[in-house]
């Protein structure tokens, strides 16, 4: 079946119970899809909706219920908030919602609730992976964060953000009365078939509250460890390091740069049944059938140690924590790695070998460093050019000396925009990876307190670095110069 057109004639909620969707076929007529066993009175309905008699088709339930998420969830932003705009029905805020509320059956038709709808529905149709909804004294921002850049989908009058970030905190069954402190909270949603999580955080500003939300999709298929992006030798190394029976495995980066969804890549290779594996996070991202995942909450005394601590008295195989943070934890993740564990966490460091100077600093011992530590890599995301309008160009001298690359004639490529990339020129993104295995020579360095730029040079002697790594996807047309020195710090020829 070719892409579906809707026609917006039935409500989603009939159409769900009723097993009955009006489209568009492959040459623009009306169409019934159905389920098997759908009413005759619902096949009327849709033919009374249309207005003249159109042909029907039959299909599986699993084909009609993705026609049917992806017939209903587009929304358009703009007119839901002229609707919000045009009258604030505040009772509507105190309505209780179920646990788990599927955004597309608007049953409930009050403004700030279909704007909020509106702008959850838009978020996840663009891909976005955080809401920023940033009150300031003349207008309310929403912004949507795709693809790692910020974007401004919508403004607002000021008068709506109380009224709005009062709903989603009703949603997130936060305290709507404190306004003067951080607030932390989730909810679930479906968009047709599609089971979302969204984390809600609130900060007090100036002129109110700023509310940010993460969507989190529960689908772990795509995590996968080949489709993280390394290269067939680093994901070789990668493999080999994760099949050892004990050691540590520390993934470093900043933050957003997917260090959680390369441990969970890890973990899904891992989870064959004949382990126990038991993470520890702070928050538990997505849900991994067949692990046991520990939720940090500080207010308790459910530290990433006490949770680590505890977790080891469990007879576990495989310890993921979430982040070594404080000696205390990396103490306790040492220890574990002695005794037999394999231990998987991540550090915010700016490179793979600056993580043994932050756990030295931190008071962990260099001889236990050079006996626990198997492998360590660092991480970046970049912006992939899309694949439907990017150009090549011909790279300057400039562009290729940045990217440590010899000044030859070079075909690179550079963003432009079409309507599949809203006009962007980026669509989805791409890791860039360095990684370093231990070897003898490397833990006699690690033992002898050796300086972290003689251990980069030995560890990088035959390995790419990170800028290394994004060089070959700027020449393999993946992405930009641009971007991949937006996130690598840029090294001189000597150093790489």
């Known amino acids: 079946m070719t892409e579906i057109a809707t026609l917006p004639r039935l409500t989603y909620s009939f159409a769900r119970l009723q097993g009955v969707l009006v489209v568009a076929d492959d040459e623009g007529l009306p169409l019934i899809l159905h389920r098997p066993q759908a009413s005759l009175e619902a096949l009327l309905e849709a033919r009374r909706a249309v207005g003249h008699p159109l042909a029907k088709q039959e299909v599986s339930p699993s084909v009609f219920e993705a026609a049917l998420s992806k017939a209903y969830a587009q929304s358009d932003l703009s007119s839901a908030s002229e609707d919000a705009i045009g009258g604030e029905d505040l009772s509507a805020l105190a309505d209780g919602l179920p646990k788990t509320s599927d955004l597309l059956d608007n049953s409930d038709d009050a403004p700030v609730i279909r704007l909020i709808n509106g702008i959850l529905q838009e978020a996840i149709r663009a891909r976005a992976s ?76 100036r002129h109110g509250e700023r509310l940010v939300m993460r969507i989190l999709e529960k689908d772990s298929t795509r995590l996968a460890l080949p489709e993280l992006g390394m290269d067939a030798p680093m994901l070789s190394a990668f493999a080999s390091a994760l099949a050892r029976p004990n050691g540590i495995i520390l993934v470093t980066g900043p933050t957003g740069s997917g260090k959680t969804t390369t441990l969970y890549g890890a973990l899904s290779d891992l989870n064959d049944g004949s382990r126990n594996i038991l993470t520890v996070e702070d928050p538990v991202e997505y849900a991994l059938d067949g692990i046991g995942q520990t939720q940090v909450n500080s207010s308790i005394g459910m530290s990433f140690a006490a949770g680590l601590r505890a977790i080891l008295r469990q007879d576990p195989d495989v310890v993921m924590v979430g982040e070594i943070r ?163 710090k840029a090294k001189t020829a000597e150093s790489i």
């Open 326 to 488: 404080d000696p205390e934890t990396a103490e306790i993740a040492v220890q574990a790695s002695l005794t037999g564990h394999l231990v998987l966490s991540t550090v915010h460091t700016n490179s793979a070998i600056a993580a043994i100077a932050r756990l030295r600093d931190m008071g962990v011992e260099p001889f236990l460093l050079a006996s626990t530590i198997t492998a360590l890599v660092a991480q970046r995301l970049v912006r992939e050019l899309c694949p439907n309008c990017k150009v090549p160009h011909q790279a300057t001298t400039a562009e290729l000396e940045e990217l440590g690359l010899p000044n030859k004639p070079t075909t690179i490529y550079a963003a432009k925009g079409c309507s599949e990339c809203q006009d962007i020129g980026f669509r989805g993104r791409l890791g860039l990876y360095e990684m370093v295995v231990m070897d003898d020579t490397l833990r006699a360095m690690i033992h002898d307190g050796a300086s972290e730029a003689d251990m980069t040079a030995h560890a990088f002697n035959k390995r790419e670095t990170l800028l290394q790594s994004g060089a070959q996807a700027v020449l393999a047309g993946q992405t930009t110069p641009e971007e991949v020195l937006r996130v690598c």
């Open 130 to 205: 955080d809401i920023h909804i940033e009150p300031y004294e003349q207008r309310l921002s929403v912004r949507f964060r795709i693809d790692g850049t910020l974007q401004e989908r919508l403004s607002l009058p000021a008068r709506l953000a109380a009224v709005l970030v009062s709903r989603v905190k009703v949603m997130a069954q936060l305290d709507i009365a404190q306004k003067r402190v951080p607030q932390d909270g989730r909810f679930s949603l479906n968009l047709g078939q599609r089971a979302i999580d969204v984390r809600v955080s609130t900060l007090p500003s």
